[in-house]
């Protein structure tokens, strides 16, 4: 019996990537305002120094490798003593332009009167921030009180331990096959595979359901609920 349904929060329920390209167009605007030097720098550029510095933070939190991938970006024009003001300058941007998809709150809403809600993310788009203020039963957000990021079983004993019922009560929706199907599977969560792109399955991953749009949520839950009762 499915009792509680656990989202991820970017690329699931957020559009995060034109916030975040957003807040990048936002920062390079300023970076030629301050320096002729930042004529030759792109919009590219700042979109390379995420990947440049994120194999060596990735278990750091994310507004931490963000202040890397930015410091390294100044750094092209000479600029790292402005990392603090156009940090700040950045998550303005982002958060003011992070929304949910469209498929979203629609599917939240079909889904509260049977389950109870929870929200869980390595990130650091806070729910109240970016449209789903009061969307939740529970919020959990990696580094918060030392919690570990996916796929740590650190992060889905948290999730189990928010929702109050037994971990196979838990479906867990994502869009990372690690973070949001591998993980919670092999602590005992269902987890389901939001597909937006309509990539292929690597055959040794076995979704319990798989999904294009968060709209097929409601009858896909309806339909593992009767799998399971049989």
Partial sequence: MLNVVVFDADETLLDLRPAVTGGLVGVLE???RLTPAAAGVSL???????GAVFGALSAAPVAEIRRAAL?????????????????????ARRFALTRPFADALP?????RPGYALGYATNGNSRAERCGLAGEFAFELYAHDGGLLKKPAPEFYAAVVEA?????????????????????????????????????PCPPEVRPDAEL???????????????????
């Avoid at 599917?107 to 889904?111: I, K, Q, S």
């Fill in 212 to 230: 294009s749009t968060l709209a097929e949520l409601p009858a896909l839950l309806r339909q593992l609920q009767t799998a399971s009762t049989g």
């Fill in 30 to 32: 300023e970076m030629r």
């Fill in 44 to 50: 590219a550029d700042l979109e390379s120094d995420w």
């Fill in 163 to 199: 929702a109050g019922v037994p971990a196979e009560q838990i479906a867990y929706v994502g869009d990372s096959l690690a973070h949001d199907v591998v993980g919670p599977q092999r602590a005992g969560l269902r987890g389901i595979w939001l597909n937006r792109a309509g990539l």
């Fill in 71 to 91: 410091a390294r970006s100044l750094a092209r024009a000479g600029l790292t003593d402005h990392l603090d003001e156009l940090a700040a300058l950045f998550f």
């Fill in 107 to 111: 599917a939240l809403a079909a889904l």
